[in-house]
């Protein structure tokens, strides 16, 4: 049995069934409108670079799905099926104090990966699962780096920013601030000089 989760604009979530539990395939699609050899080498980069950030993320203390098995050639990743409604979806639907307390949830994930010298590439609310128990879970890591510096740590907050901006207009102080707040519980006082990259970044406007 197979069903379309997801269809994102670089790859298609398919949800299958193997072994009596449900797991996900993750298939990054063709991008017809990239020379051949670009687009196959892009795919195959992203899958492995996926797939090792998944479980770096993890020992950080990030809570990923669980890869198990990996098609360099067919660009396909098989991962734990992470039952829960996208971060997206719920942040209108919940009451402020709840959508606070999972903002400040997102940014102690973030600075844990930032503190391990990670960082996500495309830390966008889309990107993160609630379950049941409201536990978070981060996936998408295909634009994740290792050895990350202070500038890509301000870019990754600065994306965060703008993400809020963008799709949460009306709720994005209390999740922006409350991001921010969990950001420093995890990481103190060594927050403040990847907290100012953010803002020059901003400022520079070079990434708006
Ligand atoms: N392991 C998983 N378990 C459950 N849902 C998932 C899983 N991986 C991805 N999804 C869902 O599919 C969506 C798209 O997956 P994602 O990895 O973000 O792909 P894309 O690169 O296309 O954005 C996610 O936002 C999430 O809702
Ligand atoms: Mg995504």
Redesign the pocket.
């Known amino acids: 049995m197979q069903q379309v989760?997801?269809r994102?604009?670089?790859?298609v979530?398919f949800k299958i069934e193997q072994w009596g539990s449900p797991f996900?395939l993750?298939w990054r699609q063709t991008k017809p409108y990239l020379l051949k050899d670009i687009d196959s080498h892009l795919r195959k980069l992203r899958t492995s670079r996926e797939c090792k950030m998944l479980t770096v993320s993890r020992l950080l203390g990030v809570p990923t799905?669980a890869v198990y098995s990996v098609d360099l050639d067919k660009h396909m990743i098989m991962?734990?099926?992470?039952?829960?409604t996208?971060f997206k979806q719920l942040a209108g639907q919940i009451s402020r104090s709840d959508l606070s307390s999972l903002s400040r949830g997102f940014g102690k994930l973030i600075a844990l990966l930032h503190e391990g010298n990670v960082v996500h590439g495309d830390p966008t609310t889309?990107?993160v699962?609630v379950d049941d128990k409201s536990r978070m879970w981060i996936?998408?890591f295909?634009l994740s780096e290792m050895n990350a510096t202070l500038e890509m740590k301000g870019v990754d907050l600065h994306l965060i920013y703008r993400a809020l901006e963008t799709t949460h207009w009306d709720l994005q102080e209390t999740m922006l601030d409350s991001t921010l707040e969990g950001y420093v519980d995890i990481l103190g006082s060594t927050a403040e000089p990847t907290l100012s990259r953010m803002k020059e970044i901003r400022e520079r406007g070079r990434y708006h």
């Open positions: 989760l997801a994102g604009a670089e790859s979530i996900v993750k799905p991962m734990d099926f992470i039952p829960g996208q889309s990107n699962i996936v998408d295909g």
